[in-house]
């Protein structure tokens, strides 16, 4: 079974940066979109950030001009690299891909303090 592992999150004080990736555990074949979705306690996940295959993207409102997500098609990796972070990007991050069928990471924990 495919794994997407994540990796990059952390603690980092406002007004600093992140970077996030994303890699499955064996390559997947055709990945359409790649995306970074949050969620923060008591709050429904909501979508951040989405690139195509033919590197089309898509941002929430309220991270444009601040993230910006990319990929490697080769490496089947997509990165997420937050900057002038906000207390209120605080939330649990995960990957997606959308091929053949939908995979999501695990999560990984952004937590920024004002």
């Known amino acids: 079974q495919v794994r997407l592992v994540e990796s990059g999150g952390g603690l980092v004080q406002a007004g600093g940066s992140l970077r996030l990736s994303c890699a499955p555990s064996?390559?997947?074949?055709?990945?359409?979109?790649m995306g970074w979705y949050r969620q923060a306690p008591g709050k429904q996940r909501e979508l951040v950030a989405t690139i195509t295959s033919g590197g089309s993207t898509n941002y929430a409102d309220s991270v444009k001009g601040r993230f910006t997500i990319s990929r490697d098609n080769p490496k089947n990796t997509v990165y997420l690299q937050m900057n002038s972070l906000k207390p209120e990007d605080t939330a649990v991050y995960y990957c997606?891909?959308?091929?053949?069928?939908?995979?999501w990471g695990q999560g990984t924990q952004v937590t920024v303090s004002s």
């Open positions: 064996r390559s997947i074949f055709m990945i359409n979109v």
């Open positions: 997606n891909f959308m091929a053949r069928y939908d995979y």
